[in-house]
Structure formats: C-alpha cells, structure tokens
C-alpha cells in the first residue's frame, strides 16, 4: 500500500521561503506522477502543482507560476514544492499526492490515488 508523508509546513511572513517534501513508501516511487494540492479553511481542494514520474513534465497554477517549483529525487522516493515569495493566500494545508498514471502530470485531484495527511502552511503579512 502506498504512504505518504508531507513535511516542510510552518508559519512564515509574505515573502518567506518553505521547502515542502513528501515521502512516498510502500511501492516504486518512480512507478507514479505527483502532485501538490492544498486547501485553506471553507474553500475546496486546489491543485497547486504537478509532475511527471522523470520530473521533466511539470504544471502549475496560474496563482503560483514563477513562484513556486515542484521537483522530485526518484533514489529518495521524494517529491519537494519549492515555495518563494509566498503571499498570505497562499496560507492552507497542503497534500501531496501519487497518480498512477506516470506519464500524466494533471491537475486534476480524481486521477490521484493516494494522498498524504497534509502540512499547515500560514503565512502572514
């Protein structure tokens, strides 16, 4: 069975930095695409970033292209979403998580899987 685990989260000011990373364990890591969704407090789950099983295929949202980078290390089993320049909106939990469609790098959160438990990201002004 897949896991998943996200870390990285904390409380930082707009402008900071954070580093998210997400632990796959259980199956071949490189055997899945993956994403990072988020969703702050009343709002539905959004799609942040995404990435093919190589790396080499990525897609952003609109809200965070330039700002943010997903990348992956396929020896760690680990995805990481570089954060830069972050805005209080950018504040909610965020998830990590494994499609098992390699090749695709959606942003559609129906074709993962499996999903971590999230980690809090606040950001204030």
């Known amino acids: 069975q897949v896991q998943l685990v996200e870390s990285g989260g904390g409380m930082v000011q707009a402008g900071d930095s954070l580093r998210l990373s997400c632990a796959l364990s259980?199956?071949?890591?490189?055997?899945?695409?993956m994403g990072w969704f988020r969703q702050a407090p009343g709002n539905e789950r959004e799609f942040v970033a995404s990435?093919?099983?190589?790396?080499?295929?990525?897609r952003y949202a609109d809200s965070v292209k330039d700002r943010f980078t997903i990348s992956r290390d396929n020896a760690r089993n680990t995805v990481y979403l570089q954060m830069n320049t972050l805005k209080p909106e950018d504040t909610g939990v965020y998830y990590c998580a494994a499609s098992g469609h390699p090749d695709t790098y959606s942003s559609r959160p129906g074709l993962y899987a499996y999903w971590g438990q999230g980690t809090q990201v606040t950001v204030s002004s």
């Open positions: 259980g199956r071949t890591f490189s055997n899945y695409a």
């Open positions: 990435t093919d099983w190589s790396g080499s295929g990525t």
